[in-house]
């Protein structure tokens, strides 16, 4: 299995809601990573857990609050999102931190009302 | 700071014939570079790897080749097909600190048949 798995694939919510974005991988991997993207733009990293320990935050804002439960889970806990917001979200994986190939999943489409 | 330029932007092509995608940046301490291929609205996958020691990685219709010295990397498509159509984009790993890739943004290819 070398697959990362995301969910829900598309996401609309409002200013108010709390939402949480799901991230899966079986590869026995011990990084995983968040990642935003905008149309037409490059991925920007937002998190990164090494050994289910936070190890990088690109001083996110609050209002994104990562979990780690376990090594094959990453989720991505969203509250009083803003418009802006609304982006692409990837999850990705590797053996290792930044040292080894990345294998990202097919994100979730977020749309903040 | 690592800075990565990726030239063209955007190429539009017939089927058949070979392509040269290229890939610049500024800090040549990497410890790897990646190139990752992005259908819209979908995760990336990546396609070859290549160590900072190596010179080239070969996949098929696919050449990456690494010249540290003066940071630069070009991707060759051999006899592109429509398939082929996606956003191409480059991502180097700085050695030292976090290892975390920097993107560049992106070529987006189109292949006419």
């Known amino acids: 299995d070398t697959e990362v798995t995301q969910t829900p694939k598309h996401l609309v919510m409002g200013m108010t809601n709390k939402k949480s974005l799901k991230c899966e991988q079986h590869?026995?991997?011990?990084?995983m990573y968040w990642y935003k993207q905008k149309a037409k733009k490059p991925p920007e990293l937002m998190f990164v857990?090494?050994?289910?320990?936070?190890?990088i935050n690109e001083s996110v804002p609050s209002r994104f609050s990562p979990e780690c439960p376990n090594s094959s889970l990453l989720n991505l806990h969203l509250h009083a999102l803003q418009p802006e917001d609304s982006a692409l979200y990837l999850c990705?994986?590797?053996?290792?931190?930044?040292?080894?190939?990345?294998?990202f999943g097919s994100g979730t489409q977020l749309s903040v009302l | 700071k690592q800075e990565v330029t990726q030239i063209p932007a955007a190429l539009s092509v017939p089927e058949g014939e070979n392509l040269v995608l290229n890939c610049s940046f500024t800090?040549?301490?990497?410890?790897?570079l990646q190139w990752f291929r992005q259908d819209p609205g979908k995760g990336l996958t990546s396609l070859l790897l290549?160590?900072?020691?190596?010179r080239e990685q070969t996949s098929g219709r696919l050449n990456a080749s690494l010249d540290k010295s003066s940071g630069r990397s070009t991707l060759y498509i051999a006899a592109s097909q429509p398939g082929d159509s996606a956003t191409y984009l480059c991502?180097?790993?700085?050695?030292?600190?976090?290892?975390?890739?920097?993107f560049g943004r992106g070529t987006s290819l189109i292949v006419h048949p």
């Open positions: 590869m026995g991997h011990r990084a």
């Open positions: 857990y090494s050994y289910e320990k936070l190890s």
């Open positions: 290549i160590q900072s020691s190596q």
């Open positions: 991502a180097v790993s700085a050695s030292g600190g976090s290892y975390i890739p920097t």
């Open positions: 800090d040549s301490a990497i410890y790897n």
């Open positions: 990705a994986s590797s053996q290792a931190q930044g040292a080894e190939k990345l294998f």
